[in-house]
């Protein structure tokens, strides 16, 4: 079992950054690959970034690309989104994932889910 939790959510104007982090419990997080994705009131949750267990792998989906980064500690048992540039339409509750693969997934095919943490930008 694996248990997620979101921090660093918040409000902040356009253009402006934040910092989320996810701190996983269990010994065995450095063998599970990581996700963050976000949904906005009235859509579906979408795929944001992703991170293998070595950090070798990472993913973005294509309207974060060069303003959003993610990363993780294994000997913190976190994982982290950096989001620079952020626009009004990044506004939604962002949950990070984890799936015990190699390949991160880029679709919600993972097994343990955060609660989320709310970001929004305003104009």
């Known amino acids: 079992q694996v248990q997620l939790v979101e921090s660093g959510g918040g409000l902040v104007q356009a253009g402006g950054s934040l910092r989320l982090s996810c701190a996983a419990s269990?010994?065995?997080?450095?063998?599970?690959?990581m996700g963050w994705f976000r949904q906005a009131p009235g859509k579906e949750r979408e795929f944001v970034a992703a991170?293998?267990?070595?950090?070798?792998?990472?993913y973005y989906t294509a309207n974060v690309k060069g303003r959003f980064t993610i990363s993780r500690d294994n000997a913190k048992n976190t994982v982290y989104l950096q989001m620079n540039s952020l626009k009004p339409d990044d506004t939604a509750l962002y949950y990070c994932a984890a799936r015990q693969t190699a390949i991160p997934p880029q679709t919600p095919r993972y097994d343990y889910w955060g609660q989320g943490t709310q970001v929004t930008v305003s104009s």
């Open positions: 991170i293998s267990w070595s950090s070798a792998i990472t």
């Open positions: 269990g010994r065995t997080f450095s063998s599970y690959a």
